[in-house]
């Protein structure tokens, strides 16, 4: 076959820029971003650390004094399933890799800051290794106390395969072959791929490595895997499950249209006023301040046993509600129906807060009984959303979640519990929390605090 001039330049051409890219795309599909010699299509932002080719890995190298810094590529992708393997050797050199990351040059007096979705690499006693971080902007998405069983899947001082899907609004990730987190998020259509070097807190952490190898990418005639464990999604989409949660046995609790599945505690029909429904949000709408005396409570008209509850919150400012569980409204209480409570409470200014005993009235708590241990860097401010969740297995075991972190444990009918509750303002209703089913009840407390993504898992 001959060829002119011009197309042996053009097919000339068109090879330096691939080998410029550091593309290499494979028969299988499959195209390598680092091509083992040098770090063509690639650059260095935000910070100092230095990255340089060693025995065909990348070797990114912490400095003092340094901001995170980021080896990212120059091309972005928008769909795709990226593999890599990644070595960290000493516990203080955390890492990560961004998917669809972002980059503002002109952020902090010029330096650049890199943020978007990151996939951890975390050597601590945390492992967290294979969740998703919006780094610099939402903080965690998926941290691993939502799938510890993942916990284990990441090995110090050795290479682990990251796999990280990212297709339409889904980012699913694993760790050497484990299935890992699952996000259903659309705030980055398109983005760069990222390897960190994370900043280091003390001087002697200079020089630590962490190391990354057979980066490559599919961008084309995806098929995405699918996860075969009952693995917890974290679904940022409004009042939608996907296939995969419906294929575990998850349902909406409300549907984002109206009040269908919900009645008024006590009542045989949903509240005339009071509660609304507006733009895929269930509002209370402030009053007084005092517990269920306006539209009053509202209830599941279906009732549960084991189950795994999640739903969305965001409180007004100095607001007062709670999400109850196992409500049975057989107490014949005035006020607020009984049942076991999940408190929503604005901590800093609302003075139940400071009621109770040691903070068991404070937010995410087990109501008057059990105070949620919670870090501050994981709750969202007044007036953003936070994500509640609260998990009651078979053989009675409770948790609570805020934001993806466990924050209270418990056993419903154990002695510690039986004991919590004889010094609490429920001792005088017997076996109180202790029903074998109930009602899911969100509180009127005379302010205003809007719900949404309510959804529910029986478990067998």
Request: charged residues 25%; hydrophobic residues 35%; aromatic residues 10%.
């Amino acid at each position: 076959m001959k060829y002119t001039r011009n197309v042996l330049a053009a097919l000339f051409t068109s090879f330096a820029l691939a080998s410029c890219a550091g593309e290499q795309k494979a028969d299988d599909g499959w195209t390598d971003l680092f091509n083992g010699k040098d770090l063509s299509g690639w650059k260095a932002v935000a910070g100092t650390a230095t990255f340089d080719v060693v025995d065909g890995t990348i070797e990114g190298v912490a400095v003092a004094g340094s901001p995170n810094t980021f080896l990212i590529t120059e091309e972005t992708y928008g769909d795709f399933i990226l593999e890599l393997d990644l070595k960290i050797e000493h516990l203080s050199s955390n890492s990560g890799v961004m998917a669809r990351g972002q980059f503002d040059p002109a952020a902090r007096d010029g330096q650049g800051l890199v943020y978007g979705y990151q996939i951890e690499a975390d050597p601590s006693e945390r492992a967290w290794s294979g969740g998703v971080y919006d780094e610099a902007r939402r903080g965690w998405l998926y941290p691993l106390d939502l799938n510890p069983e993942a916990k284990s899947a990441f090995k110090m001082g050795e290479f682990n395969h990251y796999r990280i899907e990212a297709v339409g609004n889904e980012i699913k990730t694993w760790i050497n072959g484990q299935e890992v987190a699952y996000v259903v998020d659309d705030m980055d259509k398109t983005g760069f791929i990222g390897l960190q070097v994370h900043s280091i807190q003390n001087p002697e952490d200079a020089g630590r490595k962490t190391t990354f190898k057979n980066v490559r990418i599919q961008t084309e005639n995806l098929e995405p895997k699918a996860f075969n464990k009952d693995v917890f999604v974290v679904n940022n989409s409004l009042n939608t499950l996907t296939t995969y949660e419906k294929s575990k046995g998850w349902k909406l609790l409300f549907n984002g249209q109206n009040a269908d599945g919900w009645k008024g505690a006590y009542k045989e029909t949903f509240p005339e006023s009071g509660w609304s429904v507006k733009d895929g949000i269930l509002t209370i709408a402030a009053t007084d301040g005092r517990e269920s005396a306006n539209a009053g409570d509202i209830v599941t008209k279906e009732q549960f046993s084991a189950f795994d509850l999640a739903f969305e919150f965001k409180l007004s400012e100095g607001a007062n509600s709670g999400v109850k569980y196992f409500v049975t409204l057989s107490e014949g209480n005035k006020g607020s129906a009984i049942g076991l409570e999940y408190q929503i409470l604005d901590d800093e200014k609302h003075p139940d807060a400071k009621m109770g005993r040691g903070g068991n009235r404070t937010l995410a708590s087990l109501y008057d009984l059990i105070k949620a241990d919670k870090n501050g860097r994981f709750i969202k401010p007044i007036g953003e959303w936070n994500k509640g969740r609260v998990v009651v297995t078979p053989d009675n075991k409770v948790a609570h979640y805020l934001n993806g972190i466990k924050v209270v444990e418990y056993e419903r009918g154990s002695q510690e519990y039986r004991d919590l509750v004889a010094i609490s303002k429920y001792e005088k209703w017997e076996n109180f929390g202790e029903a074998e089913k109930g009602h899911i009840l969100l509180q009127d407390h005379g302010d205003e605090v809007s719900f949404r993504n309510i959804k529910i898992k029986q478990l067998n």
